[in-house]
Every structure is written in C-alpha cells, then in structure tokens.
C-alpha cells in the first residue's frame, strides 16, 4: 500500500467532502466549485450563502481523534486557505464580494460512517 502523499486524499477525507457538500445543499447553498487548487493549496469547497461567498474548509477526524478536526485548522493554514482565496476571486473575475471561511467538522467511526457533522460558521477571518 502506498503511502499518501501530498495532494493524495485519504478515504476519510474523501468521504468528508462528499458529506460537507451535502450539508452545504441541505443548507440552501449552491456550490460552486469544489476542490480549486493552486500554488497555495486546494480550497476545498467554494458554496455561495446568498450574496456571501463561504470558502469551506473541511476536516475528518476518526471519532478516537486526540485533537478536534477544527485544530488542524492552524493559522498558517488559515493565511493559505486566504492566499487560495485570492486566486479564486482573481480567476473568477470577482471584486467586490463578500467572503465567509467556515470550517466543516466530520467525525467517522472506525468503519468509515459518520458519526458526526459539525458547521463552524465565520470560522476565521
């Protein structure tokens, strides 16, 4: 077995994004684009709330997880998740727009079902 690299996504990961995209269209919002990546890093989905653009970043941990998927989530991983961002609204053209960075939580259990899913709105700025 290979081990995973960067820019390879584990199964949880994976597993994580397809369950944060459900939250996000549970939630009214229209998705955008999902796994933007650049020199910077991916944002991992890009979800419109209304006139708001909210970049979310998502996170799984195993439900035996020392540390809260939220804390990975560190402030250098903040400023390139922000960077990211830059290119995004450059690539696309947008100027004037409101941004939101939220943090999508997700806790599976050993046998890769989500136990838990936890919105963290206007996690950083």
């Given at each position: 077995?290979?081990?995973?690299?960067?820019?390879?996504?584990?199964?949880?990961?994976?597993?994580?994004e397809?369950e944060?995209?459900?939250?996000?269209?549970?939630?009214?919002?229209?998705?955008?684009r999902?796994?933007?990546?650049?020199?910077?890093?991916?944002?991992?989905?890009v979800?419109?709330?209304g006139?708001t653009?909210?970049?979310?970043?998502?996170?799984t941990?195993?439900?035996?997880?020392?540390?809260?998927?939220?804390?990975?989530?560190?402030?250098?991983?903040?400023?390139?998740?922000?960077?990211?961002?830059?290119?995004?609204?450059?690539?696309?053209?947008?100027?004037?727009?409101?941004?939101?960075?939220?943090?999508?939580?997700?806790?599976?259990?050993?046998?890769?079902?989500v136990?838990?899913?936890?919105?963290?709105?206007d996690?950083?700025?």
């Amino acid at each position: 077995m290979r081990e995973r690299g960067r820019g390879m996504k584990s199964t949880s990961g994976i597993l994580g994004e397809v369950e944060a995209a459900r939250l996000a269209r549970r939630k009214g919002y229209q998705i955008l684009r999902s796994n933007f990546t650049c020199r910077y890093g991916e944002l991992d989905l890009v979800v419109a709330d209304g006139d708001t653009l909210v970049i979310m970043e998502v996170k799984t941990r195993l439900q035996n997880a020392l540390y809260t998927p939220a804390e990975a989530v560190t402030r250098q991983k903040q400023e390139r998740i922000k960077l990211a961002t830059n290119v995004f609204l450059a690539a696309q053209q947008l100027d004037d727009v409101q941004v939101r960075f939220d943090v999508v939580e997700v806790i599976m259990d050993e046998a890769f079902e989500v136990v838990s899913v936890n919105h963290l709105e206007d996690a950083f700025r």
